[in-house]
Every structure is written in C-alpha cells, then in structure tokens.
C-alpha cells in the first residue's frame, strides 16, 4: 500500500473518534427553575455552551430541575432519568445532602461524571464542588448586621429549608459569629424555616414579626426567596425602612429595588452566573481527562447602596439573562 493511500486510511479511521470526544451531552440539574437565582446558573451555563463551541467543543445543554423547590423525590427522578438516557456529564444543585447521594453515586459507577454546584453533597464521588464558601457568607452577614445595630438589640434569623447544605452553612456561620462577637444582640428566633417559596417565607416571617415585632431590631434570611419573603412581610408590618435592619443573602429583582429603597440595609452576595458557567465548563474538562480542583470558590461579597454600582458587582446584582436566555 502506498503512503498517501496509508494515510487516507489512517485519517478516515481517526476522525470519527475526534469527532465523538469534541461532542458532549450535559445535563444541568438545579434545585428550581422559578428563582432569578436559578435563572443565573443557567445563564452562566449557556455563557460556558457558547465558549466551548468557540473552541470547537460542542455541547448539547439540557437544563432541567424540580417543579418545586423542595421536591426531593422529583429531583432524584430527574438525575435516574439522566442516568437512564446516558449523557455524558450532569452539573448538579442537590436539594438534600444526603437524599441526592444514591442517584449520584449511581451515575459515577455508570460513568457520567457529576461536578455539584451551589449547595454540598456527603459524598465524595463527584468530581469537583463548584460554590461560594457559604459559612463564610454567613459571618458576614452576622459582621455587618452586628455593626449596623451598634452591638446591642433583638434578632430573628429565618432559615430556608432542612437539608439545604448551603443554606445551613449561611446560618451558622451567621450563628457563630453572633454569639462569639456580639454577646449583647439576643437571637430571639433562629429555628424557624422559610420554605421554598417567597410565598411560604412571607407567612413564616409574618408569624416572627407578629411573635417579636415590637421588640425586634434586626433580621437575617438566608437565601432570595427566604429574604423576599422577608422584606414583603417587614413592609406589611410597617418595619421596613430601617426600623428593623435587614441583612439578606442573595440578590435579585426585589431584593435590589428593597436596597435602593432603603428597606434593606445590605446584601450577601455570590455569583450564581459564575457558578453555572464553571460547572458546565468544569464537567466537559473531567470528560476531555483533564485534571479539576476538588473544591472551587466561586466568591463572595457584601452590597450596599454605596458599592451597588461598582463594575465590579455588576453580573452580580445585573445578571445579564437576556443575553444568554433569549
């Protein structure tokens, strides 16, 4: 055989290989689809789809969560109807650290590496956690919430949902550095759950306020739609506008325009599109046999009305969902 017939064989041969290994199937699981939150995973997801595909790696993006928020059995089902269907990657946001291990580990034997983003899981099979150091997001709020009272008052905290590795983190992070800094602010509440709805928040907070309100100085939520519901509920109560200072966790829509009112004193802030980008881009390098980090911070900060419009903060509080979700 002569050589340029050889090497026609040999490129013929190769190239569907190539081919396989530059197309990836990824499915992204969040906890929910209806949080402006989840709505910047996906953004940064997208934002990773598009860069890969500059770069000649194509990926077919399937985004797919819960119906609600606190539907650990349908989130489960979600990841064995991945599993079942073989795509090549999942980036998952697990609703329970501990309901998401089974479907998880299921997934690593068959093959299809998991990378978790946002909240953790107890497990060690995924491949790479991609999240803001939570725990520490929770002391910042205690900090400034803290300074914001001058040492001294009454606070509530309200919690999002049992089982929310993330959300935990925050609170007691929160916890520990308000009993160790600031021995003279009393926690008049610091066990009651938000639920996973604003709407479920919003009563769950106006049961705090009508128990504490009068007393009240301070109050802590933990997530957006645990601050959400929060913020409405002070409103209703007529403790908005400083009477009650307020430090939430996450930003969004509401959240933004209840700072620039001046109904919330300060906002913890992570970066979801940052998370959703280097999860998707964190799973195609596992699968191209790169080497990833166990562990990736995405970042966190604290907004105020003086910091808001800092270039800096602005995928941050102005994600840019429109340009990645149209």
């Known amino acids: 055989m002569n050589l340029p017939r050889l090497l026609v064989l040999l490129f013929a041969i190769a190239l569907p290989v190539v081919a396989q290994t ?62 079942g269907r073989h795509v090549d990657g999942i980036v998952l946001a697990p609703l329970d650290n501990k309901a998401l291990v089974a479907p998880v580990e299921t997934a690593v034997r068959g093959k299809i590496p998991v990378v978790i ?4 899981l107890v497990s060690t099979a995924q491949a790479s956690f991609v999240a803001t150091d939570n725990r520490e997001g929770g002391r910042i709020a205690a900090r400034n919430l803290g300074q914001l009272l001058g040492g001294k ?18 609170e007691a992070g929160f916890l520990e550095i308000m009993q160790k800094d600031f021995p003279a602010i009393k926690l008049l509440s610091t066990d009651q759950h938000a639920g996973a709805t604003r709407d479920t928040a919003k009563r769950a907070a106006e049961n705090l306020l009508s128990r504490y309100g009068p007393q009240l100085n301070g109050a802590f939520a933990s997530n957006e739609s645990a601050a959400a519901g929060m913020l409405l509920a002070l409103r209703d109560a007529g403790l908005a506008g400083g009477k009650v200072k307020f430090v939430a966790f996450d930003s969004g829509e509401t ?16 970066n979801p599109l940052n998370m959703g980008y280097l999860g998707v881009k964190t799973v195609v390098a596992v699968l191209r046999g790169e080497k990833v980090p166990a ?18 903060m602005a995928d941050i509080v102005n994600p840019p969902l429109a340009k990645y979700l149209q």
């Open 22 to 83: 530059q197309k990836y199937t990824i499915a992204v699981v969040p906890k929910g689809t209806t949080h402006e939150f989840w709505k910047s995973i996906h953004a940064g997801a997208v934002k990773a789809q598009r860069e890969l595909a500059a770069s000649g790696i194509n990926v077919d993006l399937i985004w797919k969560g819960p119906l609600k928020e606190d539907d650990r059995e349908q989130q489960v089902q979600v990841i064995e109807n991945f599993i």
């Open 295 to 312: 562990r990736i911070d995405t970042g966190v900060g604290f907004v105020t009305l003086e910091n808001f419009n800092d270039p800096a």
């Open 255 to 270: 959240l933004n325009a209840g700072l620039k009112a001046g109904d919330v004193q300060g906002l913890v802030v992570q």
């Open 117 to 120: 983003i946002d909240s953790g």
């Open 153 to 170: 008052g009454n606070v509530i905290m309200l919690r999002y949902a049992v089982g929310s590795a993330s959300t935990e983190e925050r």
